[in-house]
DNA sequence: AGCCGTTTGGAAAGCGCTTGCCTGGACTCC
DNA sequence: GGAGTCCAGGCAAGCGCTTTCCAAACGGCT
């Protein structure tokens, strides 16, 4: 049993291709309200459902939104991708997904297969690192629009292409104010990041506040920017933790994600937080409320971003220049116990 | 700038369309190699990107895979999509996502797209509930089948469709015998769900093997199979274990993200977990592992239950009946601290 | 009744690719 | 040397839909 053409169910009604066409298919022509619901009740017993591979070729437009991120199941990723699902739909795009496994050949694979299939725009989400893949990247997308598509990117911006940038430097500067505010003074990041761009921002940004104000700043380096890299580097921190004897010492991990493995690694050495450590993250992921101690952090819109992302696509798709992609994208630090604040009731 | 056609490719080297078609498409049939060598080149030199859209037309396959959830920012969810990615990846699959915010009407809307998109296979997880909505949704699954698609479900088995079944009862027989057996007999169910099928099924597996072995089992009612589910059936919790003034009460709340609200709702109400009162998941979400105290759960193989689900389909998609979808899908009880284990070093 | 401006429905030319079938030439085999 | 085999390459017919033209029908006027 195979499916019914848009052919078959004109045969059933009795009418041209063409006009059964604009019956079903939203065009602007409307044919008469006699027509109309014949094709429709044929369409209705056959049980037709358009192709819309074979509307796209006609009509050079998918409704395809490629949506590419690191790993789908990081809280941080999928978040955005939550928020860009939900865009999508409400503009009629199905998502096509790639979760790279932060390997930039594989992600540089993904555009492919996403330009392949004609995405009608493509969002990337995902830290874009400096060098060679990097370059990479920039040209697979600069061709992609060059030749009609649409491409957003989330995170860091690279060559041309629009981008909702998380607050990271805002965000990462009121933090370290604000913990500067709390009478802290030596602090740790969790870091070494040459290559990844969103992490180095964040870090240099509370760098700089801390020193400006006379505070120190070591660096424990980490592997990957995930909540592997935190855990990892747990004995690290903790060797400083032991060195300060005594001061208050406060480790940035950057990423929630990083710091809520750090806190496990950390725990596993009996290291304590907040009494003989305190950390702060980054990005308030949703799943942070659940956790013990409850985690300082800076709060970035995660869902909006992707959100945004999908609309700038979407207008840029219809033509129109969204403005302020970015605007009152606002970082917002929340102090919690992890920090030493007062376990809220 | 538009996009060169493998027309143009086939001009540029001086073949026939045919000739560039076998040699850029992966066709049985290779012409010979300084043809090959020539297309290539001149492919590579316009930057063709061969159109998936009209191959697919043309081939009646699309090489897309659709993924239906019912919220990607959940890591239940988002862990199976994981292993879904890299499965449909190794068979070069494109996933076309589809997050439903655990709306059925949504979830419906969303079949229908991904057949229109006439995806190859259609995977659908999460628990299904019982009424009219799963009807619709075995309608259209039944429909998609009948004209030449395949489908697999994760979670509960309906109609026909291949199901990957976690070890639900087996899972929650296994942890009341645990819990039994650490001489718990008081215990309450986070529950009344005459229409989610899977947790219905944990909780029954669970009820059945407490009483049998003469414990009790009170239930406090919950509205949604989520982390705030959880959260809101905190003060139910609460409430009896006030009641129980002295003995040992365990919570089962059948879902670790359900767990994880509970004790977030637990702790701000100051009931401690593990002193006041037990609670034990199911799961295992990676992002257990960071939680404290540990919870006690099931485990599940979630980025195995994905991948599996995307090898039966594929398999379907060959022709071949993959056998034992299911095998091997076993649980494992992990008693953790929030059931009263020895925190882990 | 005769004209012109509108609608309305339909025919057909694509959209970019795959693939069955055909042709002609190169080879093989007596 | 002629007939029979193979193959490589190309032609062209789709795949299922959209959309531009056209022609016919219709309505309103004078």
């Known amino acids: ?112 297969a996403l330009v392949a299939h004609r995405a009608d725009a493509i969002v990337v989400v995902g830290t874009r690192r400096d060098g060679p893949g990097d370059d990479a990247l920039d040209a ?32 990462s500067r009121e933090l370290a104010r604000d913990l500067l505010a709390l009478g802290l003074r030596r602090f740790v990041v969790l870091g070494r990041w040459e290559t990844w761009a969103t992490p180095r921002e964040r870090s ?17 380096p980490v592997e990957s920017f995930s909540r592997d890299g935190g855990y990892d580097a747990a004995g690290g921190a903790a060797a400083l933790v032991e060195q300060a004897a005594g001061e208050r010492l406060c480790v ?4 929630d994600v990083m710091a809520i493995g750090l806190m496990a690694g950390l725990r596993e050495r009996g290291v304590r937080v907040p009494d003989d450590v305190l950390v702060a993250g980054f990005d308030d992921i949703p799943t942070l409320r659940d ?19 999908v609309l700038a696509a979407v207008a840029e798709l219809d033509g129109e220049e969204l403005e302020g992609v970015d605007d009152g994208l606002e970082a917002e630090v929340v102090l919690r116990e992890s920090t030493g604040a007062a376990p809220s009731a």
């Open 1 to 112: 049993m195979s499916r019914p053409r848009l052919q078959d169910v004109a045969e059933h009604a009795g009418v041209s291709l063409a006009t059964a066409s604009r019956v079903l298919n939203g065009s602007a022509r409307q044919p008469g309200s006699v027509l109309v619901e014949r094709v429709r009740a044929s369409a209705e017993t056959l049980g037709y459902v358009v192709n819309a591979q074979a509307q796209a070729l006609a009509r050079s437009r998918t409704g395809l939104l490629g949506l590419v991120v690191q790993d789908i199941s990081d809280p941080y990723f999928s978040s955005i991708a939550a928020g860009a699902q939900v865009a999508a739909r409400e503009h009629g795009f199905q998502l096509l997904l790639a979760s790279t496994d932060r390997d930039q050949a594989v992600q540089l694979e993904a555009v492919a």
């Open 252 to 255: 940035f991990a950057v990423a």
């Open 291 to 309: 956790h013990v101690p409850a985690l300082t952090t800076v709060r970035v819109p995660l869902e909006e971003m992707g959100r945004r992302a």
């Open 140 to 171: 697979a997308l600069t061709r992609y629009r060059d030749s009609g598509g649409h491409a957003v990117l989330v995170g860091q911006p690279l060559g041309e292409v629009r981008t909702v940038r998380p607050p990271n430097a805002e965000g």
């Open 204 to 220: 240099e940004a509370f760098t700089q506040t801390v020193v400006a104000a006379g505070g120190s700043v070591d660096v424990v």
